[in-house]
């Protein structure tokens, strides 16, 4: 497996830009505003810092599966409850609340550089390189650490043993 990027923190976010324009000139263009507007690299893992990255993602996943689980039985209550019913009101607003804290929890997981492929299952890739090219380090809700990879279209049914990327 080759290096990943060599941060610091896991998670830091030192140094690196939005991909946002900065609030206030306009026009004009040339270097200054070429920098501000690139987009950061992709982060990339190694297998020891995807495990360790594990530390906080599995617990990022942990809320997301709480949540998910909350917004579909409120789903249920909201198809059920009265056109106008104040049950209706109270569930559709406690919709709304739980969107909002999923929304934020998948964006911890962004910032984070990890990928949410399945809101149940708390499945979660981290891209990776493996001989020049970009793969997937795959972990699974309830797995110890990172135990399989998959190439970029494998998905979870291509996933491998973690173990060929750690001998090649």
């Given at each position: 497996m080759?290096?990943?990027?060599?941060?610091?923190?896991?998670?830091?976010?030192?140094?690196?830009?939005?991909?946002?324009?900065?609030?206030?000139?306009?026009?004009?263009?040339?270097?200054?505003?070429?920098?501000?507007?690139?987009?950061?690299?992709?982060?990339t893992f190694t297998v020891e810092q995807a495990n360790q990255?594990?530390?906080?993602?599995?617990?990022?996943v942990d809320d997301i599966v709480a949540c998910y689980t909350q917004l579909r039985k409120l789903r249920v209550?909201?198809?059920?409850?009265?056109?106008?019913s104040q049950r209706r009101i109270d569930a559709?607003?406690?919709?709304?609340?739980?969107?909002?804290?999923?929304?934020?929890?998948v964006d911890e997981l962004h910032l984070a550089g990890v990928e949410l492929k399945d809101f149940e299952r708390g499945l979660i890739d981290f891209p990776a390189l493996h001989e020049g090219r970009e793969v997937y380090l795959c972990w699974q809700r309830g797995e110890p650490k990172i135990l399989a990879w998959h190439e970029l279209e494998g998905g979870f049914t291509g996933r491998r043993d973690i173990k060929e990327l750690q001998t090649a």
């Open positions: 080759t290096p990943a990027n060599d941060e610091g923190s896991v998670f830091s976010d030192e140094g690196s830009t939005s991909g946002g324009t900065s609030g206030g000139t306009s026009g004009g263009g040339g270097a200054a505003s070429s920098v501000l507007d690139r987009k950061p690299a992709r982060r990255a594990l530390k906080f993602v599995s617990r990022v209550e909201i198809e059920g409850a009265g056109a106008a559709e607003h406690a919709y709304e609340e739980s969107m909002g804290r999923l929304s934020g929890f």
